[in-house]
Antibody
Framework: EVQLVESGGDLVQPGGSLKISCTAA????????MHWVRQAPGKGLIWVAR????????TFADWVNGRFTISRDNAKNSLYLHMSSLRVEDTALYYC????????????WGQGTLVTVSS | SYDLTQPPSVSVSPGQTATITCSGD??????VAWYLQKPGQSPALVIY???KRPSGIPERFSGSMSDNTATLTIRETQPMDEAHYHC?????????FGGGTRLTVL
């Protein structure tokens, strides 16, 4: 069974930074492309970032504007999102997700970790 | 950037057919997936590559594409199908979601 467990969500002040993590199990993490997707309370899904299996290729949503970094540690089966210059509008539940690369979709999702940006 | 447009809400009576649309520029040339999300839960894949069903998804769920509009069809809709449905595609190696459609079964 695929398991994606996010952690690290917290209350952060505007302008601050935070690193959230995702620990994977139940599948071949080292061969999987991974994503972060967020969802503000009561709103739709917003894609954040994607990273290839080796961690050498990353893409970001245009609105990220260089504020976020996605990375991974395949030895630890872990995915990370480092966020800086956080804004109130970055408040959301952040999901870690596994790509079904051959099928052009996201096959599995974690339960999410809540990031709240507020003064 | 790339925009996917979904209706905010769709209502259907139990046993009837629900259709949820998702439109975008040149969408016919792209892969489309659909996810359902029940309150308090994470999204779950129901359709990928426009019309394929993952294992475990009932045949009542189907996907199609015409005139740059992707459609998710749910036959014999049941109260348990009540959820938000999100369409998703790719453009320039980036992922885009529609705004989501709330399906109400009443």
């Amino acid at each position: 069974e695929v398991q994606l467990v996010e952690s690290g969500g917290d209350l952060v002040q505007p302008g601050g930074s935070l690193k959230i993590s995702c620990t994977a199990a139940g599948f071949n993490f080292v061969n999987s492309w991974m994503h972060w997707v967020r969802q503000a309370p009561g709103k739709g899904l917003i894609w954040v970032a994607r990273i290839n299996s080796e961690g050498t290729f990353t893409t970001f949503a245009d609105w990220v504007n260089g504020r976020f970094t996605i990375s991974r540690d395949n030895a630890k089966n872990s995915l990370y999102l480092h966020m800086s210059s956080l804004r109130v509008e970055d408040t959301a539940l952040y999901y870690c997700a596994r790509e079904e690369t051959a099928d052009w979709c996201i096959g599995d999702w974690g339960q999410g970790t809540l990031v709240t940006v507020s003064s | 950037s790339y925009d996917l447009t979904q209706p905010p809400s769709v209502s259907v009576s139990p046993g009837q057919t629900a259709t949820i649309t998702c439109s975008g520029d040149n969408l016919e040339a792209k892969f489309v997936a659909w996810y359902l999300q029940k309150p308090g839960q994470s999204p779950a894949l129901v359709i990928y590559e426009r019309s394929k069903r993952p294992s475990g998804i009932p045949e009542r769920f189907s996907g199609s594409m015409s005139d740059n509009t992707a459609t998710l069809t749910i036959r014999e809709t049941q109260p348990m199908d009540e959820a938000h449905y999100h369409c998703q595609t790719w453009d320039d190696s980036k992922v885009f979601f529609g705004g989501g459609t709330r399906l109400t079964v009443l």
